[in-house]
């Protein structure tokens, strides 16, 4: 068997042959040249098979698994077959550009400490533009774990003998949010880092897991923030503290005095780390502080794309709820009685 290669490209492919030929060549294109491409073909049922068979390239190793395993045992699969001291993900409709291999490859071999590093990206397809990355130092990305996944996952590089030792891989608890799941447990052993530049070219379009099977996936995502609270000591949570919560990682709360009550919660996380130590006190509440803003931005476009009378509706709500103590008529003082 040859030596070990410094990379190993792990790429799942099911039923992406409009896809699969550009996604391969940017990989066999890149700058650095040590890897192999391990390409598992998820027993696809279009012409994906064919058009990888028609690449020849000695650093291609394909993996024919049928009948359909779907995406979390192929991609254990991929992690349990990989070769490389690095593993990097690549999905089939995506483009990686010339230079993220090494990139990344240069990043991991001069910070030891860390061991997931993802970068920015850009949208192509049907919705293009900006990706969503924010956070890219570990104290951040440690944190905003608790509210949303800060990686893309075709970006990621891991360090393997991480995911070895601490015996971790995709759990099959999380359908549609695996990669979340494994950043979560993968957080309790090593570093993290998002590197500021545009190494993918991430294609949106109607078949993609997000689009399809979002019910599912927002109840795997729900499960993830709920294990990773109760790490804070946040147990039993409540689905209006849950709703509260994933305000803060982007989401919409449909009740007046939200400000009020997303500033109580933020109170709550702050003091539940004060107990666990989990995370820095001044980067936790530096993030606080950023999300109840995005969150109020956020809510004043929404309110502002409101009919009208729905919105003054909403508008006096919340003036009476934020001011109802204020406005509630006060007791007269009772007198001691005499001795």
Same mark, same amino acid.
């Given at each position: ?20 030929r550009?996604?391969i060549?940017?990989?066999? !294109? ?6 192999e ?9 279009d ?11 000695? $650093?291609?190793r ?13 991609l ?5 077959l990989? *070769?490389g *001291? +690095? ?14 291999l090494?990139q ?15 970068? %920015? ?12 990355i *924010?956070?890219h ?14 990686? /893309?996952h075709? !970006?990621?590089?891991? $360090? ?8 971790l891989?995709?759990? @099959?608890?999380?359908?549609?949010a695996e990669? %979340?799941?494994l ?10 880092a ?7 070219? %991430?294609?949106?379009? @109607?078949?993609?897991?997000?689009r ?5 996936? /927002? $109840? ?7 294990t990773?609270?109760a790490h ?20 919409? %709360? ?7 009550h997303?500033?109580? &919660?933020t ?8 107990? !666990? ?15 109840? *803003?995005v969150?109020?931005? +956020? ?14 509706? &909403?508008?006096?709500?919340?003036w009476?709820?934020?001011?109802a103590d ?8 009772t007198?001691?009685a005499?001795?």
């Amino acid at each position: 068997m040859n030596a070990a290669p410094a990379i190993t490209v792990l790429m799942p492919v099911h039923n992406a042959a409009p896809f699969v030929r550009a996604a391969i060549d940017s990989i066999l !294109t890149q700058s650095w040249t040590e890897f192999e491409f391990l390409i598992i073909d998820d027993g696809s049922s279009d012409d994906s098979l064919a058009v990888i068979k028609g690449i020849a390239d000695p $650093r291609i190793r394909l993996v024919e698994q049928k009948p359909n395993q779907g995406i979390v045992s192929t991609l254990n699969s991929g992690l349990a077959l990989a *070769r490389g *001291r +690095y593993i990097a993900r690549m999905d089939a409709d995506d483009l990686a550009l010339p230079g993220r291999l090494e990139q990344q490859f240069n990043f991991m071999e001069s910070h030891p400490e860390v061991g997931l590093c993802g970068t %920015y990206f850009q949208k192509i397809g049907d919705d293009p533009g900006p990706g969503w990355i *924010r956070f890219h130092e570990n104290a951040s990305l440690q944190i905003a774990l608790l509210f949303e996944n800060p990686f /893309c996952h075709p !970006t990621v590089m891991m $360090r393997r003998e991480i995911l070895s030792r601490h015996q971790l891989l995709y759990p @099959a608890d999380a359908p549609h949010a695996e990669e %979340y799941a494994l950043w979560a447990r993968l957080a309790r052993h090593t570093h993290f880092a998002n590197l500021p530049d545009t190494l993918l070219h %991430y294609r949106t379009h @109607a078949r993609q897991v997000s689009r399809l099977h979002n019910a599912i996936q /927002c $109840r795997s995502i729900d499960h993830v923030i709920r294990t990773q609270l109760a790490h804070l000591g946040l147990l039993r949570l409540s689905s209006g503290q849950l709703a509260l919560h994933q305000v803060l990682g982007g989401g919409f %709360y449909p009740l007046p005095g939200y400000i009020a009550h997303l500033k109580k &919660w933020t109170r709550t996380l702050v003091v539940a780390n004060a107990r !666990t130590g989990l995370f820095d006190h001044a980067e936790l509440t530096r993030q606080l502080e950023e999300r109840l *803003r995005v969150a109020r931005d +956020y809510h004043e476009r929404m309110l502002a794309e409101m009919p009208p009378v729905r919105r003054l509706k &909403w508008r006096i709500s919340t003036w009476l709820r934020h001011h109802a103590d204020s406005l509630r008529p006060r007791a007269e003082a009772t007198p001691l009685a005499s001795p």
